[in-house]
């Protein structure tokens, strides 16, 4: 250590802390007994800073309605804006920067309001802490901690530092929001192996761990950035994360269109140049192209539809923080689930006694709640039963009670909480047991003495109950719970058989033994006299009710399920197992076999991603990497989690799904958050994903072919030498009120069945696949073809030019109209689909109409669009024109109703 004047932080960052004697730990530090004094602390701080972790600084409202107008197809709008106003073109300007500011003010609103602010990793260390300063103990805000401060913490503390232990009383810590265990963790003071990992450095309290039980007192290591949880937030904080399947495909088909836009305007353009048309006509004209093939409205549409999922998802307790990842779940091939508080309850359940003789009893229910049962019989074995019962709840400092509404609540140590519950469930009430059996006695739990003790008075009797770990209390014993005179000797092979099955089926076993003093007892200093063995009794953090019927769902659409958890493999497999995530221990990987990926991801590591099912004693980093293998490897990955130690994969993956009740941390790190901590609901988001996404693809598929029609309608009459068909404003008319209208009503389409049955969509497909591109062209050739029809046949029939493109225009409207009926399913027939499924789209089309109509006499519009009244019969025939879209689509439709569908 070097002197007090050259304190170097890097000495604490590579220092091994575990590995050394807490006084020696201390010593370094240059902690007194009595504390830091004033002068030092200050002095320190300049050197180490405050205790507060890096943040990202959230979006501002500027900067997020900004972010609006990242879009290629945005670009391209804004430039026909912009070309249309130099050239006085007020209308078409206006129609279409109209256009782009309401798509950016719908985003904006929906994105602020979802936004949280990255504000969770600071308020995991907001809290006060009790030090001692100046040879006294004093309460300070915990970011005013410095390396060396003498912390003292009790039951409930949130641990406000990396912290050595130097003195340590039943001390039990939950860890479970930055390893993933899923029961509380018994503390020690002496030294561990300096190779041990964060989860199993016994001496060692991390930043953000809660006090389940027992007293501390400590001299802070680290703080800030330097403590393991500010090591995640610097990994959360510096990575990117993934972009949401949509936006990739969304991004993709705008830069697709837009240069498919460009080079057909500018072959176009370079055509009737060369036929001699004047430059600025032919200028004018490639504007018109350029809105026709523009769709103008699917900003607004895709925002819209989104916003839409966003709502009905928020109803199936699904809530979205960013716009674009609401079909992002539906994308996804593979969820790489957290076990602690995602597939399971994280609460320690007592599910099998085995006594002695050998008989085993499930126990039913789940959870800290008294409800379930024992499943056991009558005569010796429900005596025995009770007998152990009874010592388990007499040796427990924990309460369970039920509310008169029916709620359970509890206080203490979650494995005493438990043994109350399991007396429940025998029909027994340990309040009663405890009043008829007063301690004289307690030992309690610490992590060197591995057992706690209570001996009580019963009769003229002191009797002890003991309970902890069988290495532990076995050797205590002398005889065994059981024969036929209700004890016989101990059977060590038995009892070491049972231990070990139960072990290796993921049980955290505990055994409990009761003894009677026959000697004289001290209070002050009690011993345990020999001991009668009267079982073991296994838990296990039990799985949530509705998570095995979720997994097959996702099987049955296709999604995979690996597990990825710091808890023990044992454990890990247990689930994995029942779950039917994996059959056999082969594929179980921990984190020390994983390795090092490198500094990119190799081949050998992303192999062994590849082969596990299950992923356990991993570090956050190396969840983070098993991301990032598996997306390297061409999957969409969704990510869940609820702990500190899911952030950075929360960050990475390509959807990021946090528990409601889990940590701030991964709740404002997660794009989608699992309100009622069901997995079950993740499984609805897929649904509700899937639905979105087809939504999209609707409204593209309406906007795409009626853009298309225009502009084959254009082309092809210039190429037999007629006028432009339409005028740039009407093409604005129908592409932004026509289909704008329209296409917001598609939006609220409800679901398709068979969503769950189809396989995700390849990660390498874009919006257009094969089906949507047939429609398109089909039905975009068939409205064109017909306007096209029509305007030659009005023009070499003596009609003028305005009164023509009238009813053309009318036409085109009323092609729109029907239309919309056809992309309400991309494969089904349009009288197949329910009108109720979309009633909205049925008064969005007689909204469209009605709006044209009344354009048709309201003299400004009619100015503006060059539009007059027609006549019913005019309008009749038109209709009747329109319709013929719908008889093609249906024949269309019909060749291939008993093809499968080729949209995922």
């Known amino acids: 250590m070097k002197e007090r004047g050259t304190l170097s932080p890097d000495e604490f960052r590579v220092t091994a802390w575990h590995a050394i004697p807490a006084d020696e730990a201390a010593g370094r530090l240059r902690s007194p007994e009595g504390g830091l004094t004033t002068t030092e602390v200050a002095r320190r701080r300049e050197i180490f800073g405050e205790n507060t972790l890096p943040e990202r600084r ?97 039951s ?35 030294t561990v192996d300096p190779a041990m990992p964060p989860a199993d450095r016994l001496n060692m309290l991390y930043a953000g761990s809660t006090v389940m039980s027992g007293r501390a007192a400590g001299v802070v290591v680290a703080t800030a950035r330097d403590t393991e949880i500010g090591q995640i937030a610097e990994m959360v904080t510096a990575s990117e994360p993934g972009k949401p399947p949509l936006a990739i495909r969304m991004e993709d088909f705008s830069r697709k269109i837009s240069i498919a836009i460009l080079a057909a305007t500018g072959l176009l353009a370079l055509i009737v140049l060369g036929q001699g048309m004047p430059p600025l006509e032919v200028f004018f004209l490639a504007v018109a192209l350029a809105v026709s093939a523009i769709p103008e409205g699917l900003p607004v549409a895709l925002t819209v539809a989104l916003s839409i999922a966003t709502s009905r998802m928020a109803g199936r307790n699904v809530v979205v923080r960013h716009l674009t990842a609401v079909e992002s779940l539906g994308s996804c091939t593979l969820i790489a689930s957290d076990k602690t508080g995602t597939l399971t309850l994280n609460q320690q359940t007592a599910r099998i006694v085995v006594l002695p003789t050998g008989e085993a009893f499930p126990v039913t229910g789940a959870g800290y709640a008294g409800e379930g049962e024992v499943i056991s019989g009558y005569g ?103 024969g036929p005179g209700g004890s016989a000797p101990l059977d060590p092979d038995r009892v070491w058989e049972e231990h070990d099955d139960l072990t290796a089926r993921g049980f955290r076993v ?51 399920v690996v597990m990825v958890t710091g808890d023990h ?64 490897g061409g999957e969409f990955v969704a990510v869940t989690g609820d702990g500190v130690n899911d952030a950075p994969a929360l960050q990475s993956a390509n959807i990021g799904v946090a528990m409601g009740s889990g940590t701030d941390v991964a709740r404002d790190t997660a794009s989608l958050i699992i309100t009622d901590d069901d997995f079950a609901s993740i499984v609805a988001g897929i649904e509700e994903g899937r639905y979105a996404y087809d939504n999209v693809r609707k409204v593209i598929y309406l906007l795409i072919s009626t853009g298309f029609a225009e502009v084959l309608l254009f082309m092809l009459a210039l190429a037999v030498g007629l006028p432009l068909p339409l005028i740039a404003v009407q093409l604005l008319w129908l592409n932004l009120v026509t289909n704008g209208i329209q296409d917001v009503a598609l939006a609220f389409e409800g679901g398709e069945p068979g969503v769950m049955t189809r396989p995700p969509r390849r990660p390498e497909e874009g919006v257009f696949n094969r089906l949507m591109m ?23 029939n003596g009609w003028d030019e305005f ?10 409207v009323l092609f729109e109209n029907f239309h919309v009926f056809n992309c309400r399913s991309e494969y089904l027939s349009a009288f197949r689909v329910p009108i109720s499924n979309n009633y909205l789209l049925v008064a969005g089309v007689i909204a469209a109409q009605g709006v044209h109509i009344l354009a048709l006499y309201t003299p400004i519009l009619r100015d503006v669009l060059q539009v007059q009244p027609v006549s019913l019969v005019e309008w009749l025939t038109l209709l009747a024109l329109a319709s013929s879209v719908t008889v093609v689509m249906e024949i269309f439709k019909a060749i291939r109703r008993h093809s499968p569908p080729q949209i995922g």
Request: hydrophobic letters at 45%.
């Open 569 to 632: 493999p044992a454990t890990a497999f247990a689930i994995a197992r029942e779950l039917e995530i994996t059959d056999s221990f082969d594929e179980v990987i921990t984190g020390a076999d994983l390795g090092d990926p490198g500094t990119a991801i190799s081949t050998e590591f992303a192999d062994r991603v590849e082969q596990a099912r299950v992923f356990a004693r991993v570090t956050p980093l190396q969840k983070l990497h098993i991301v990032e293998a598996y997306r390297k």
């Open 156 to 190: 409930g503390d949130r641990v406000p530092a990396d912290i050595r232990i130097t003195r340590a009383q039943s001390l039990s810590i939950d860890e479970s929001l930055l390893t993933g265990e899923s029961h509380a963790v018994e503390k020690i003071t002496d």
């Open 380 to 482: 010796a074995p429900r005596a025995l039963l009770d007998r152990l019962i009874r010592a388990v709840a007499i040796n427990n400092e924990a309460t369970l009670e039920q509310t008169g509404e029916g709620d359970w609540i509890h206080q203490g140590d979650p494995i005493d909480v438990a043994l109350l519950a399991l007396t429940y469930k025998l029909g027994l009430d340990p309040v009663d047991i405890r009043e008829g059996a007063p301690p004289v006695a307690r030992l309690p739990f610490e992590s060197e003495r591995r057992y706690a003790a209570v001996w009580y008075r019963e009769g003229e009797e002191i009797q002890v109950a003991v309970k902890g770990a069988a290495e532990t209390i076995v050797p205590f014993c002398r005889t065994m719970a059981g």
């Open 510 to 560: 505990l055994a409990v033994a009761h003894g009677h003093e026959r000697r004289s007892f001290s209070s002050e200093e009690p011993e345990l006299p020999p001991l009668e063995l009267l079982g073991l009794v296994g838990f296990i953090d039990p799985i949530r009710p509705d998570v095995p019927d979720a997994i097959q769902r996702c099987r049955n659409a296709g999604v995979d």
């Open 58 to 154: 959230p979006p501002t409202v500027i900067e997020v309605f900004f972010r609006q107008f990242a879009s290629p197809l945005i670009y391209v709008l804004l430039a026909a804006g912009t070309i249309s106003a130099l050239f006085a073109d007020v209308a078409d300007a206006a129609f279409i920067f109209a256009v782009v500011l309401l798509n950016a003010i719908i985003g904006t609103s929906q994105e602020v309001k979802a936004e949280r602010g990255a504000t969770a990793l600071q308020q995991m260390l907001r809290i006060r802490a009790r030090v001692k300063r100046d040879d006294r103990e004093t309460t300070i805000p915990a970011e005013d901690l410095v390396p060396g401060d003498r912390v003292i913490l009790g």
């Open 774 to 796: 047939e429609e398109v062209l089909l039905s975009g050739t068939v409205i064109a073809l017909i306007a096209l029809g029509l305007w030659h046949w009005l023009l070499s």
């Open 803 to 812: 009164a023509a493109r009238n009813l053309l225009f009318l036409l085109m």
